[in-house]
C-alpha cells in the first residue's frame, strides 16, 4: 500500500526567507513523487516530479525538491519566498507496483508568506 | 486553448436532484480523472479512464456513475444528490505509457457543488 503524509498544516514565512513544506511517504517498490500547488479557486497545477536520477529536483517558479531514500522524504524548497507563493500545496506519490494511474495526495499544507 | 475543461463551474441543487457534470481534455491524453476535494481540502481520487476503459473504481456510492464516451471526455453523473456530496469535484488527466503514470496530471478549474 501506499501512503503520503504532509505533517504540517500550515507553514508561515517571511517574504525573501527560504521555505520548507515537508513531504513524508510509504511505498513498497521505487516511489514516483509529485507536488502540485493550488491557489484559491483553481484547479492543482503540477510543479515538479521525481522518478529517478538525480535526487535534487527542479520545478516551476523556481521551486526544488529533494528525493531522500532514506528518510523517505521529499521536502519542497524554494530559497527566498515570495507573497504570491501564498497557496495550498500537495504532495503525491505514485508505487511502481500499484495501479499504473492511481496517485494518492497527501493532506495539503497551506504555504503563508508575510510581507 | 484551455486544456482541461469542466462545466458548468457553479452547481446549486437541492437533496434528491440528479446532475451531470462536464469535462473535456484538448491534451490528447489518454487516462482522465475524477477527484472530490471536500471542504478541508482533502483530495480523493473517484474514478480513472484509460483510453474509455474505467482502471480505477474508488469505494465511492454508486450513485455516481462516470461515463467517457471518447478519449477526450470524461463525465460524472449523480443520481439522488444528498448533503454529503457537497465538494469541489475536479476533474484531471495525463498520459500513461505502456502502464506506467510517470507523467503530471492536468487539472480541470472544478466544479463546486452545493447540495441544500
Known amino acids: 500500500a501506499q501512503s503520503v503524509a504532509q505533517p504540517e498544516d500550515q507553514v508561515n514565512v517571511a517574504e525573501g526567507n527560504p521555505l520548507t513544506v515537508k513531504c513524508t511517504y510509504s511505498?513498497?517498490?521505487?516511489?514516483?513523487l509529485f507536488w502540485y500547488v493550488q491557489y484559491p479557486n483553481r484547479g492543482l497545477q503540477f510543479l515538479l516530479k521525481?522518478?529517478?536520477?538525480?535526487?535534487l529536483v527542479k520545478g516551476s517558479y523556481g521551486f526544488e525538491a529533494e528525493f531522500n531514500k532514506s528518510q523517505t522524504s521529499f521536502h519542497l524548497k524554494k530559497p527566498s519566498a515570495l507573497v504570491s507563493d501564498s497557496a495550498l500545496y500537495f504532495c503525491?506519490?505514485?508505487?511502481?507496483?500499484?495501479?499504473?494511474?492511481?496517485?494518492?495526495f497527501g493532506s495539503g499544507t497551506r504555504l503563508s508568506i508575510r510581507p | 486553448d484551455t486544456a482541461v475543461s469542466q462545466t458548468p463551474k457553479y452547481l446549486v441543487t437541492q437533496m434528491g436532484n440528479d446532475k451531470s457534470i462536464k469535462c473535456e481534455q484538448n491534451?490528447?491524453?489518454?487516462?482522465m480523472y475524477w477527484y472530490k476535494q471536500d471542504s478541508k481540502k482533502f483530495l480523493k481520487i473517484m474514478f480513472s479512464?484509460?483510453?474509455?476503459?474505467?482502471?480505477i473504481n474508488e469505494t465511492v456510492p454508486n450513485r455516481f456513475s462516470p461515463k467517457s464516451p471518447d478519449k477526450a471526455h470524461l463525465n460524472l453523473h449523480i443520481n439522488s444528490l444528498e448533503l454529503g456530496d457537497s465538494a469541489v469535484y475536479f476533474c484531471?488527466?495525463?498520459?500513461?505509457?505502456?502502464?506506467?503514470?510517470?507523467?503530471?496530471?492536468?487539472f480541470g478549474p472544478g466544479t463546486r457543488l452545493t447540495v441544500l
Open positions: 479512464y484509460n483510453n474509455k476503459e474505467l482502471i
Open positions: 521525481y522518478i529517478t536520477g538525480d535526487n
Open positions: 484531471a488527466s495525463s498520459q500513461v505509457r505502456a502502464g506506467v503514470a510517470y507523467n503530471e496530471q492536468f
Open positions: 503525491a506519490v505514485r508505487d511502481q507496483y500499484s495501479s499504473a494511474s492511481k496517485i494518492i
Open positions: 511505498v513498497s517498490g521505487n516511489p514516483y
Open positions: 491534451l490528447g491524453h489518454d487516462t
